[in-house]
């Protein structure tokens, strides 16, 4: 009986952290959509860069 009771000890413990790794990661995705939602980050516009980088091509 005791070896039963081992067993099922495990896989409560092996049950128990991967639903705090699941729980853990709807944290993150949670937080990273609000983030994204209310402040997204800006990009500089592309024309901006190029004469910078085509100058050092060629020279």
Same mark, same amino acid.
């Given at each position: 009986?005791?070896l039963?009771l ?7 413990i092996?049950?128990?952290?991967l639903f705090?790794l699941?729980?853990?990661h709807?944290?993150i995705?949670?937080w990273?959509g609000?983030?994204?939602?209310f402040?997204p980050d $800006?990009?500089s516009?592309v ?5 910078a980088?085509? $100058?050092?091509?060629?020279?």
């Amino acid at each position: 009986m005791p070896l039963v009771l081992q067993r099922l000890r495990i896989a409560q413990i092996i049950c128990d952290f991967l639903f705090k790794l699941r729980l853990r990661h709807h944290c993150i995705e949670r937080w990273l959509g609000i983030r994204a939602l209310f402040r997204p980050d $800006s990009m500089s516009p592309v024309n901006l860069l190029d004469p910078a980088l085509v $100058s050092c091509a060629f020279g």
